[in-house]
């Protein structure tokens, strides 16, 4: 894994800083010895399975937990309570106060974190309309389906304008158009300088949106760095096929692969070192009608099942 307490940035240059953290509930270490840095402006992800220490990691950020060892900096300080105006958060476990009304609950968070009528009321406008909420402003929030509410509770989060946001499994639950809206907000408050930070067992999600990330399995960090150093670290190809078997073929016990993802019309197969593609390609075209193939490097999801799973 690349040292990721290494590079020539000071620490005034990094959003987030963990160094040598330990988290532990009674006997149960959570966190172990983490370190990592986010640079300034960047868009990191935090990902893991369930239980791997994310959402712990998280909360020693925003100072709910707080760590039994090591040091935690956010915007260049120790973390505390004092930093959050300048920090939007979403939690996984969500909550709105059901009898509010839209515009009035995103008055009351902005305010809440320091904010004045003046600024906010442009911020929400913003928001609403971006969000498709701008129809429901005078509504209560109980009035809102499930996928509006996370909507709601995203611009709650970021109507103050925070320099950093954290976003814990920010699409959890979400239909694909409202996962896309959510997407497209968190990519503009990104190019809008804010740094964000989210976590997230869902691996394609990391590869669409972070430039850089850390993978916590079991309390410990296992890689981290940018996305192209997470896959050069591998040292191994991928071949991504779309196909459709011949009757009684299998992808099974092809030449210098060790490993397929199958997913129906299409797999993705990790590669041994001394694997010959050209070969490879033969063995399939046997078994299968090949309607694509293309070398490549192996996905944030094969890597997680490797390093995970313990694959070898």
């Not at 197969?269 to 070969?279: G, K, N, R, W």
């Not at 094969?302 to 070898?312: D, H, L, S, T, W």
Request: aromatic letters at 6%; charged letters at 25%; one cysteine or more.
């Amino acid at each position: 894994m690349r040292d990721m307490q290494a590079g020539s940035q000071s620490n005034g240059d990094y959003a987030v800083r963990f160094e040598n953290v330990t988290k532990r509930f009674g006997d149960f270490t959570a966190v172990n010895g983490i370190s990592f840095q986010v640079p300034q402006g960047s868009l990191f992800g935090i990902l893991g399975s369930n239980g791997a220490g994310k959402t712990t990691t998280i909360r020693m950020l925003m100072n709910i937990f707080r760590a039994d060892g090591g040091t935690v900096e956010v915007l260049g300080s120790r973390v505390s309570d004092a930093l959050k105006p300048r920090v939007g958060y979403l939690p996984e476990e969500r909550g709105l106060y059901k009898k509010m009304r839209v515009l009035e609950l995103l008055r009351f968070f902005g305010e809440v974190k320091g904010a004045s009528r003046a600024d906010l009321d442009p911020q929400i406008d913003h928001w609403l309309e971006a969000l498709g909420l701008d129809g429901w402003r005078n509504r209560r929030v109980e009035e809102l389906s499930k996928g509006m509410s996370q909507k709601l509770q995203f611009a709650a989060t970021v109507v103050h304008k925070p320099d950093l946001l954290i976003l814990d499994e920010p699409f959890a639950g979400l239909d694909p158009v409202n996962r896309d809206v959510l997407r497209d907000a968190v990519l503009e408050m990104h190019r809008g300088g804010t740094t964000v930070v989210f976590s997230t067992h869902v691996m394609e999600q990391a590869e669409q949106l972070c430039r850089e990330l850390v993978l916590i399995h079991q309390g410990t960090i296992r890689l981290g760095g940018t996305i192209e150093q997470v896959r050069a670290s591998e040292g191994r190809q991928a071949v991504n096929i779309r196909y459709q078997l011949r009757a009684g073929q299998t992808l099974d016990d092809l030449p210098g692969v060790r490993a397929v993802a199958d997913h129906g019309n299409e797999a993705e197969l990790t590669l041994t070192a001394e694997a010959d593609p050209e070969q490879l390609l033969t063995a399939l075209m046997e078994r299968a009608r090949i309607t694509h193939f293309e070398l490549m490097e192996p996905s944030l999801h094969q890597i997680f099942k490797r390093v995970v799973g313990g694959e070898g």
